[in-house]
């Protein structure tokens, strides 16, 4: 069982994408445990600010290092020791699916989601154990990153997925990106289901993947068989 931990001054963006398909039933199943802080109940009374100017100028607040240190407290407070506190940042470490089987093994994981210009340094250097990026474009706050980063490791977990839906065969788990994938209508405004695979040759149907693999990955990421050789 992982132990993953929200805080964020808009919680319900993450409760509402968590208590729903795969994450739901991964939860359901024991195998994960999703927890949500809202930063705004740990904000001093009776302005609830969690967030000032910075200090030297310039545009943009910045999140108040207090609430996130309290919420941090509170959670560590609670029992075990924390293996991760996450905070997703643009200017983070690129986020792969390497780093995706790594976490799997974390008992309890914290994600810190900011929100406007930025956060206090003093969060990232006194609390944060990985800043993770999830490509090099901005959005307007870390929510949908720390989900990106969630849903790409509980998927990972033991017992989520069953066996049809395997990572095994992932774009990038693989070396090589995935093959193309047919389901019936064998025909369908014309377009026709390629016949190898309404052969039952398995042999040929395998042959015919990787061949379809090879091709995809060196049109849209010949990055990723350079890398290989
Ligand atoms: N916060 C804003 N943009 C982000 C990005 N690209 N990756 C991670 N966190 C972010």
Same mark, same amino acid.
């Given at each position: 069982m992982i132990e993953i931990? =929200?805080?964020?001054?808009?919680?319900?963006?993450?409760?509402?994408?968590l208590?729903q398909s795969m994450m739901r039933i991964a939860e359901e199943k024991g195998l994960v445990n999703f927890?949500?802080?809202?930063?705004?109940?740990?904000?001093?009374?009776?302005?609830?600010?969690?967030?000032?100017?910075?200090?030297?100028?310039?545009? +943009?607040?910045?999140?108040?290092?207090?609430?996130?240190?309290?919420?941090? !407290?509170?959670?560590?407070?609670?029992?075990?020791?924390?293996?991760?506190?996450?905070?997703?940042?643009?200017?983070?470490?690129?986020?792969?699916?390497?780093?995706a089987e790594?976490l799997v093994s974390s008992k309890?994981i914290?994600?810190?989601? +900011?929100?406007?210009?930025?956060?206090?340094?003093?969060?990232?250097?006194? =609390?944060?154990?990985?800043?993770?990026?999830?490509?090099?474009?901005?959005?307007?706050?870390?929510?949908?990153?720390? =989900?990106?980063?969630i849903d790409a490791l509980v998927r990972l977990i033991p017992g989520v997925l069953n066996t049809i839906e395997s990572a095994e065969d992932d774009?990038?788990s693989?070396?090589?990106?995935?093959?193309?994938?047919?389901?019936?209508?064998?025909?369908?405004?014309?377009?026709?289901?390629?016949?190898?695979? =309404?052969?039952?040759?398995?042999?040929?149907?395998?042959?015919?993947?990787?061949?379809?693999?090879? !091709?995809?990955?060196?049109?849209?990421?010949?990055?990723?068989?350079? !890398?290989?050789?």
């Amino acid at each position: 069982m992982i132990e993953i931990h =929200l805080i964020s001054p808009f919680d319900s963006i993450s409760k509402s994408y968590l208590n729903q398909s795969m994450m739901r039933i991964a939860e359901e199943k024991g195998l994960v445990n999703f927890s949500f802080y809202n930063l705004f109940d740990y904000a001093d009374p009776p302005h609830n600010r969690i967030d000032d100017y910075p200090f030297g100028g310039g545009h +943009g607040m910045i999140l108040k290092p207090e609430p996130i240190f309290r919420a941090v !407290e509170t959670i560590q407070n609670e029992n075990d020791s924390i293996d991760k506190i996450i905070f997703p940042s643009p200017d983070g470490k690129l986020f792969h699916q390497k780093d995706a089987e790594k976490l799997v093994s974390s008992k309890k994981i914290i994600f810190i989601c +900011g929100h406007y210009k930025g956060v206090d340094q003093r969060v990232r250097d006194k =609390l944060v154990t990985n800043e993770y990026s999830i490509g090099d474009y901005v959005l307007t706050g870390g929510d949908l990153p720390a =989900l990106v980063i969630i849903d790409a490791l509980v998927r990972l977990i033991p017992g989520v997925l069953n066996t049809i839906e395997s990572a095994e065969d992932d774009s990038h788990s693989n070396p090589l990106l995935d093959y193309p994938h047919y389901t019936r209508p064998e025909k369908y405004k014309g377009l026709k289901v390629p016949e190898i695979l =309404l052969s039952g040759h398995h042999g040929k149907i395998k042959e015919w993947r990787q061949k379809k693999r090879l !091709e995809k990955t060196s049109v849209r990421r010949p990055d990723m068989i350079k !890398e290989k050789n």
